[in-house]
């Protein structure tokens, strides 16, 4: 959740993004004021463009964030202020006021309370600067139509960067929902796709294959369970445990055909779904994914040998009608009888597939360790 957050907003990308459109306003400031004789501004504009710039840059250093937010709110008032002051409230340089309202409220950076403080102190001194630039004429009057230019310049200046600073904000909170949403569906082990979302696959799947003007004609349901996870975890410690489970998540994600569903269903359990696969393809499917399981092996530290690991599968095709849980346990009573005759192999739901138990198979003594217990069925 921490990566995520971090991601959501980058590290103030938004403040970023809104220092960079500045930078860029001001060094045009600097063009029109000296177009305009206005010497004054245009060096406090070039300065302005310096700051921004090397705040953009130490933006990226979490340490100087916070300063970095105070010195562009400490700018921008006071650009507002000084250019009002000097050439008149109709130049439009009030505007920019406008857009510390929305970069405060979006802030990280800020308590709640500080945000709406600093809101607060906008609204009072727009107000203010509203008040004082009527008393009388400003000490500088720029010739011919000038300030109508500077104004209409101000005015699609703070839109442009209110619009941009918006679509920025937008696409990271549609960047924070994909990746909440990601985090909601898929397993944090494995990265598979986690036991509620597969099942809500599998049920749109099975609604396909009882829609009559669908063209899903089959769906086959494959239930691996590890052979000897126990074993693993109770020699080995559960950091190698989980380190077995990722290994035969990448073997079988390896063998995935493209539109093949694969998914954590549970502790050492992975569920595939076939769809438009029948029987005979679907056992050819499950072959392929055990061989790619068996050919993994583990290295651990310290040890002379390597740690062999190998899946089981029950396979069974899923009927029109058939409860998503009537399959299941169809593929389920399969891997179980596939336990029974000896692991590392495929078991139809009515049949076991024979296969030659490779020498990789591990020891005799983790069968035995195997054994039932009020912990689980027996079947690891």
């Given at each position: 959740m921490r990566a995520l957050v971090t991601s959501l907003l980058q590290g103030g990308r938004?403040?970023?993004?809104?220092?960079?459109?500045?930078?860029?306003?001001?060094?045009?400031?600097?063009?029109?004021?000296?177009?305009?004789?206005?010497?004054?501004?245009?060096?406090?504009?070039?300065?302005?463009?310096?700051?921004?710039?090397?705040?953009?840059?130490?933006?990226?250093?979490?340490?100087?964030?916070?300063?970095?937010?105070?010195?562009?709110?400490?700018?921008?008032?006071?650009?507002?202020?000084?250019?009002?002051?000097?050439?008149?409230?109709?130049?439009?340089?009030?505007?920019?006021?406008?857009?510390?309202?929305?970069?405060?409220?979006?802030?990280?950076?800020?308590?709640?309370?500080?945000?709406?403080?600093?809101?607060?102190?906008?609204?009072?001194?727009?107000?203010?600067?509203?008040?004082?630039?009527?008393?009388?004429?400003?000490?500088?009057?720029?010739?011919?139509?000038?300030?109508?230019?500077?104004?209409?310049?101000?005015?699609?200046?703070?839109?442009?960067?209110?619009?941009?600073?918006?679509?920025?904000?937008?696409?990271?909170?549609?960047?924070?929902?994909?990746?909440?949403r990601e985090m909601a569906s898929l397993d944090p082990l494995t990265g598979l796709l986690n036991r509620r979302s597969l099942a809500e696959l599998a049920h749109d799947q099975l609604a396909r294959l009882n829609d009559a003007s669908s063209p899903l004609s089959a769906l086959s349901v494959l239930l691996g369970d590890v052979d000897h996870f126990k074993a693993v975890n109770d020699q080995h410690g559960h950091e190698v445990g989980d380190l077995v489970l990722r290994t035969i998540s990448q073997a079988l994600q390896s063998g995935m055909r493209q539109g093949d569903l694969l998914g954590r269903w549970g502790g050492e359990e992975f569920l595939v779904l076939l769809p438009g696969t029948e029987l005979p393809a679907a056992r050819m499917v499950a072959e392929r994914l055990r061989a790619l399981v068996q050919a993994r092996s583990l290295r651990l530290p310290g040890a002379a040998t390597l740690l062999p690991v190998s899946i089981s599968f029950g396979l069974c095709q899923a009927q029109p009608g058939e409860p998503l849980a009537q399959a299941i346990a169809r593929a389920d009573q399969a891997l179980y009888r596939a336990k029974q005759a000896g692991r590392n192999r495929v078991a139809l739901a009515d049949q076991v597939i024979d296969t030659q138990p490779p020498s990789t198979l591990p020891p005799q003594d983790w069968a035995e360790q195997d054994a039932p217990s009020a912990e689980g069925d027996g079947r690891a």
């Open positions: 938004l403040i970023v993004s809104g220092m960079l459109m500045a930078a860029v306003v001001h060094a045009a400031f600097v063009v029109l004021f000296l177009a305009a004789g206005v010497t004054g501004l245009a060096v406090f504009n070039v300065i302005s463009s310096l700051l921004y710039l090397l705040m953009t840059l130490l933006m990226r250093q979490p340490r100087w964030r916070r300063l970095c937010e105070a010195m562009a709110g400490i700018e921008v008032v006071l650009h507002a202020c000084v250019a009002c002051y000097w050439l008149g409230w109709d130049s439009g340089f009030h505007y920019y006021l406008l857009l510390m309202l929305p970069t405060l409220m979006v802030s990280t950076l800020m308590p709640r309370r500080t945000k709406w403080l600093g809101c607060a102190a906008c609204v009072l001194l727009y107000l203010g600067l509203d008040l004082l630039s009527h008393r009388g004429p400003p000490p500088q009057v720029l010739p011919g139509g000038w300030l109508q230019a500077l104004r209409m310049f101000n005015a699609a200046a703070t839109l442009t960067m209110l619009a941009g600073l918006s679509a920025i904000y937008y696409n990271l909170v549609l960047r924070a929902e994909s990746g909440l």
